[in-house]
């Protein structure tokens, strides 16, 4: 059994409505005796220690939250329990304070379990050289410097040349982030447990169209050909990483860190979550509901009609009964 001693919390840096949330954990969290710290404006740097030392990362905000805590979480194989207190909150947990107190009672009672996701590791190579490297949770994506703006980008899977992409952007992306960016752009939804790198291009013209699952274990690289006229950037989850020139080499492969995140409801929550999101439930349920008025509306009105044509028929009867 886990017992709970050490608890961080994290708000989101830039939404200070999370910050009295985060405080407010805090505190329940020292009432029963788990040690505890929070950060409200914070670095990946500035938490680097605490991480290294705490049992478990409470996240608060939305998916931008927990990809900024997963990263920094994930090197220390420390687990995340995400609150929702942005719009869709794909990676979170629980929704606000109100589902907290007995998220807690199940922490401290050990009934939960684990989620492991793979991540994936965006290098920056130039003239042999590692310029940079970057983990990502979600995706890692070359794009133009100026949105809209045409490039062309070789492809070569596993060392052989696969195909070369005239687009807006190519999206490289691990299956937890098959339903960010790469849905966007019709890729196929990829269980989160899976391993596998998707490949996805953003408006191609004239090129590869088609997403593509690779294997597990595959190796991307993505370089710029000589036919570029326009800059081109790479980010890695939504944070800009720097230029990408022609002769410039991005290796794209699984990364050697694995997120992982505390998960309260079953193992198969998955696709029941995520159908909640992205079907218009609620649009759908209003049509039921007036679909269903109406249709009772129309059933009364028919009876009743019906009725009145009973009884106005039972009273001619009786008049030509009388009048016989």
Same mark, same amino acid.
């Given at each position: 059994?886990?017992?709970?001693?050490?608890? %961080?919390?994290?708000?989101?840096?830039?939404?200070? !409505?999370?910050?009295?949330?985060? #405080? *407010?954990?805090?505190?329940?969290?020292?009432?029963?005796?788990?040690?505890?710290?929070? !950060?409200? +404006?914070?670095?990946?740097?500035?938490?680097?220690?605490?991480?290294?030392?705490?049992?478990?990362?409470?996240?608060?905000?939305?998916? %931008?939250?927990?990809?900024?805590?997963?990263?920094?979480?994930?090197?220390?194989?420390?687990?995340?329990?995400?609150?929702?207190?942005?719009?869709?909150?794909?990676?979170?947990?629980?929704?606000?304070?109100?589902?907290?107190?007995?998220?807690? @009672?199940?922490?401290?009672? +050990?009934?939960?379990?684990?989620? @492991?996701?793979?991540?994936?590791?965006?290098?920056?190579?130039?003239?042999?050289?590692?310029?940079? =490297?970057?983990?990502?949770?979600?995706?890692?994506?070359?794009?133009?410097?100026?949105?809209?703006?045409?490039?062309?980008?070789?492809?070569?899977?596993?060392?052989?040349? &696969?195909?070369? =992409?005239? &687009?807006?952007?190519?999206?490289?992306? *691990?299956?937890?982030?098959? $339903?960010? !960016?790469?849905?966007?752009?019709?890729?196929?939804?990829?269980?989160?447990?899976? /391993? /596998?790198?998707?490949?996805?291009?953003?408006?191609?013209?004239?090129?590869?169209?088609?997403?593509?699952?690779?294997? #597990?274990?595959?190796?991307?690289?993505?370089?710029?050909?000589?036919?570029?006229?326009?800059?081109?950037?790479?980010? &890695?989850?939504?944070?800009?990483?720097? /230029?990408?020139?022609?002769?410039?080499?991005?290796?794209?492969?699984?990364? #050697?860190?694995?997120?992982?995140?505390?998960?309260?409801?079953?193992?198969? =929550?998955? =696709?029941?979550?995520?159908?909640?999101?992205?079907?218009?439930?609620?649009?759908?349920?209003?049509?039921?509901?007036? $679909?269903?008025?109406?249709?009772?509306?129309?059933?009364?009105?028919?009876?009743?009609?019906?009725?009145?044509?009973?009884?106005?028929?039972?009273?001619?009867? *009786?008049?030509?009964?009388? *009048?016989?």
């Amino acid at each position: 059994m886990t017992i709970m001693r050490s608890i %961080g919390v994290l708000a989101h840096p830039l939404r200070p !409505y999370t910050f009295p949330l985060a #405080e *407010s954990i805090a505190e329940s969290l020292r009432q029963h005796d788990i040690a505890t710290w929070v !950060y409200t +404006d914070w670095e990946e740097s500035d938490v680097e220690d605490a991480v290294r030392q705490t049992q478990m990362i409470v996240a608060i905000g939305g998916d %931008g939250a927990m990809l900024r805590a997963a990263r920094v979480s994930a090197r220390h194989r420390v687990p995340v329990l995400g609150i929702n207190m942005g719009q869709l909150g794909f990676l979170t947990e629980i929704n606000g304070m109100g589902d907290w107190e007995h998220a807690l @009672k199940r922490l401290i009672d +050990d009934d939960f379990w684990i989620e @492991k996701r793979m991540m994936i590791r965006a290098q920056h190579i130039r003239d042999g050289e590692v310029l940079l =490297y970057s983990d990502a949770l979600n995706d890692v994506v070359i794009s133009a410097n100026v949105f809209g703006k045409m490039i062309h980008l070789d492809c070569h899977i596993d060392a052989d040349w &696969a195909t070369t =992409y005239s &687009a807006d952007a190519l999206v490289v992306s *691990s299956a937890t982030g098959s $339903t960010a !960016y790469a849905l966007s752009l019709g890729g196929p939804i990829l269980p989160p447990n899976l /391993n /596998n790198i998707l490949i996805v291009p953003a408006a191609p013209h004239l090129s590869m169209e088609r997403p593509i699952v690779l294997a #597990e274990g595959s190796q991307v690289e993505i370089t710029p050909t000589s036919r570029n006229r326009n800059k081109i950037v790479l980010t &890695a989850d939504g944070t800009q990483l720097g /230029n990408v020139v022609f002769g410039d080499v991005i290796r794209v492969q699984a990364s #050697e860190f694995v997120s992982s995140f505390v998960r309260l409801r079953g193992r198969n =929550y998955f =696709y029941r979550s995520l159908l909640d999101r992205l079907e218009p439930r609620y649009q759908r349920t209003y049509a039921e509901q007036h $679909t269903i008025a109406n249709t009772n509306q129309k059933v009364q009105t028919t009876t009743m009609f019906e009725d009145h044509n009973d009884k106005t028929g039972s009273e001619t009867k *009786s008049s030509s009964a009388n *009048s016989d």
